[in-house]
Every structure is written in C-alpha cells, then in structure tokens.
C-alpha cells in the first residue's frame, strides 16, 4: 500500500475490541471504537508525511475533567468526583507527583480520591474505561488540597494526541499507546 491508494476504510478486531478509521481524500477522518461497554469516537484531520500518519482530533486533548470547585483546606488531597452516574466516577484515577517521584492511586466506592502524600508536586486525572492524554488539575504552585471535578461529555471521545499511524504493506499499524495497549496492532483496508 502507497500514500496514493491511502484513503479509505481501515479494520481492526481483536477478541471484544472492534476499532475503524475512515480517512477521506479531504484529509478528514473518523474513527469508531468499541470494546465491551466502552464506545469512543473521533473526527478530525490527517497528514501523511512518508509512512506516517500524523492525526489531530477535534478534541483537545487534556480536558476530560472540569474543575467545579477547589479550596484549601490542611489535610491531605482529597478529589471528589461527580457524574449523573457515580459507576462512571469510580473509574478515575490520579497520576501525581511527590519529591519528582510519579505515584497512582484509584477513586473509591464514594467517589473520592485521597491522596495521603505531602506535598504533592503536580496532579492529573485519567478515566480508566476512556483513557485519553492525563487533564492536569493542580501544578507545582497550586497551594490547593481539596478538588471537586466532573466528567466532561468529551470523555468518550479520542484526542490522538501522541498517536502516530504507519502504512505499511498490509495496512495500518502503530504503537502500544493508552487508547490501545497492544502488540502487534494492524488496521486492514476495507476491500483488500
């Protein structure tokens, strides 16, 4: 396959993970993907440059979260998550940083996020069900220790940002990324 036989409609399936691109000659594309009960979507432009596939989204990348309300409060970081649907809330998870050092921890059955830590450099949320790039809620010079956030309706939707696409002869491929956490992954052209 060649940059000239490039657009069109492009497959990949592996187990209950059902994803699909398509790139018209306009440079658009759209992208569907499904695995269990997680359906994500995207629409934007491409470039070829050589083999790669560079996407931008119309999605912004980093702003799955907004922040309702944040205060300084002395005790340790606490994230209230808030969804019409407190299942979708228990799926956060907070990246931050203590002393240069990167640290996790999950939202509980209550929908908070305790962070026992002091003092926390810098703070990101990630959904687990629809990753995407990490929304940062705090920085180095944040003095903040208590977030309440929400869940923006951007969630299910993709942002590539940081996803590349290679042509290959076969197809499609790229790296293991956060959308897609695999080896070996290869989208095939509809009709090939």
Do not use: W
């Not at 018209?24 to 629409?43: K, L, P, V």
């Not at 990753?131 to 940062?136: E, K, N």
């Amino acid at each position: 396959m060649n940059q000239d036989n490039f657009p069109g409609i492009y497959h990949f399936q592996r187990q209950e993970l059902v994803a699909s691109f398509y790139f018209t000659d306009q440079e658009r594309f759209e992208f569907f993907y499904s695995y269990g009960a997680a359906d994500r979507n995207a629409t934007g432009t491409y470039t070829v440059d050589g083999t790669t596939i560079k996407l931008k989204s119309d999605k912004a990348a980093g702003n799955d979260f907004t922040i309702i309300r944040q205060e300084k409060r002395g005790g340790p970081v606490t994230i209230k998550v808030t969804d019409p649907n407190p299942m979708l809330a228990e799926y956060v998870r907070a990246l931050y940083f203590v002393s240069g050092q990167q640290l996790d921890t999950v939202c509980n059955r209550e929908q908070e996020i305790i962070i026992p830590e002091t003092p926390v450099d810098k703070i990101y949320l990630q959904h687990q069900l629809f990753p995407d790039v990490a929304c940062m809620i705090k920085d180095e010079s944040g003095e903040n220790d208590y977030f309440e956030v929400g869940l923006n309706p951007s969630l299910q939707q993709v942002s590539f940002k940081g996803i590349d696409l290679f042509i290959t002869e076969e197809g499609l491929t790229c790296h293991p990324n956060y959308l897609l956490p695999l080896e070996h992954i290869l989208f095939r052209k509809k009709g090939d």
